[in-house]
């Protein structure tokens, strides 16, 4: 494989459960990068959220945020990249979710936030992990006014999220949501999540960026993934690998299959075909 860059899922992908990644994957991405391999962080989350183990990585220089809603120059922090959904479209969206048993946030400049009432209820959405549960907490700030801090800032957001206590519900309320909004995209990364953000800020059209700023294409990326999130990545790479603990969606989206995450698939794809 003529591999000159691997983009990585992190949650269910490169990292472990609790949110730390494996001696063998360190050492896999240092010697993909030690021979010029760009190494590039993939996620759902902000660049300020990613765990320190990745963003403090000497080797990572770009990265993926947001489902491929922004691409930035870690060292820079130059964006490179953004596709994010109107301000105006963005309160439709929440006057629906209004409607629904569910709790909301958004990410918006490179900050997330969510309504104070519903940061207190976290844990009836997110009852069945308590890293996720853990992780989602500490990377919002509960505000006592949501809607007038979004108005008041006035900017576009990178991306909203609902969350629902039952994953059962989620099929029926994702299908609303693009029969309401058909100019977003609507996905889903964690057990009780839904994701939205605008039709461009998908994982795969942003490594197609990132490929052609760099100067090659993607025939020479290899992308990782678990998720519905990753599936459009997962598809436009050339080397498409799914974990083994991967939903059907991504499975079927891949080239290639490795291990779970939990027994250092990446690494194992990585020394196999790629070093």
């Known amino acids: ?23 063998r994957n360190r050492a896999a991405l240092t010697a993909a990068a030690d021979r010029g391999i760009h190494i590039v962080p993939t996620t759902g989350r902000l660049f ?10 000497p080797f990572v220089r770009y990265a993926v945020t947001v489902n491929g809603g922004q691409v930035e120059d870690a060292r820079s922090g130059e964006v490179l990249h953004s596709a994010r959904i109107p301000l105006d479209l963005a309160m439709e969206v929440y006057a629906y979710l ?18 104070a009432p519903f ?8 009852y069945d992990d308590p890293h ?11 505000v006592d006014d949501f809607k007038g801090l979004l108005l008041r800032r006035g900017e ?21 949501l ?16 839904i994701e939205v953000g605008a039709a461009a800020a998908r994982k795969g059209e942003a490594l197609r960026f990132l490929c052609s700023y760099l100067g090659f294409t993607l025939a020479n990326a290899a992308a990782f993934g ?12 050339g080397a498409g690998v799914a974990m083994g603990n991967a939903v059907p969606e991504a499975l079927a989206a891949a080239r290639y299959r490795t291990a779970p995450n939990t027994e250092d698939g990446v690494a194992r794809f990585v020394e196999q075909y790629i070093l």
Request: hydrophobic share 40%.
């Open 226 to 237: 678990d998720g519905p999130n990753d599936v459009s990545m997962l598809s436009a790479a």
């Open 48 to 57: 300020a959220g990613l765990p320190e183990v990745v963003r403090d990585l």
């Open 132 to 142: 996720n549960l853990a992780m989602t907490r500490a990377l919002r700030k509960p």
């Open 156 to 176: 576009p957001l990178q991306k909203l999220q609902c969350f629902v206590v039952d994953p059962a519900d989620r099929p029926a309320i994702m299908d609303e």
């Open 178 to 193: 693009r029969r309401r909004f058909p100019g977003l995209d609507v996905t889903w990364s964690l057990p009780h999540n």
């Open 1 to 23: 494989m003529d591999i000159k860059l691997i983009a990585l899922d992190l949650d269910g992908t490169l990292l472990l459960p609790d949110k730390s990644l494996s001696p």
């Open 119 to 126: 940061y207190d209820r976290m844990g009836e959405f997110m």
């Open 98 to 115: 209004d409607t629904l048993p569910v709790i909301y946030d958004c990410y918006v400049g490179g900050e997330a936030f969510i309504p």
